[in-house]
């Protein structure tokens, strides 16, 4: 199993930035998926973007061009680079981890964008 602890969500005016950081520990292995999904009040919860331990990455349509995901594999942390924020950015957003044979979720940071 494996253990995510997320920070760096807050209260942010539109147009600002933010910076997400997830942790991971426990039984790491080395061919992984790392990614950040949120949920808005209401609604389901979706992928926001996700990086392999290769470096690969995708992204959601509404957010290519302002976030950018990354990652240390050295530290075992991912990163979201939030940028150009809008009011439906406004969510919890979660890391998860998945290999083979698990996926494992973070408790999640709120993020909330004022107009």
């Known amino acids: 199993q494996v253990q995510l602890v997320e920070s760096g969500g807050g209260l942010v005016q539109a147009g600002g930035s933010l910076r997400l950081s997830c942790a991971a520990s426990?039984?790491?292995?080395?061919?992984?998926?790392m990614g950040w999904h949120r949920q808005a009040p209401g609604k389901q919860r979706e992928l926001v973007a996700a990086i392999t331990s290769g470096g690969n990455t995708s992204y959601a349509d509404s957010v290519k061009g302002r976030f950018t995901i990354s990652r240390d594999n050295a530290k075992n942390t991912v990163y979201l680079q939030m940028n150009s924020l809008k009011p439906e950015d406004t969510a919890i957003y979660y890391c998860n981890y998945v290999s083979v044979g698990t996926t494992d979720w973070g408790q999640g940071t709120r993020v909330t964008v004022s107009s």
């Open positions: 426990g039984s790491i292995f080395s061919i992984n998926v």
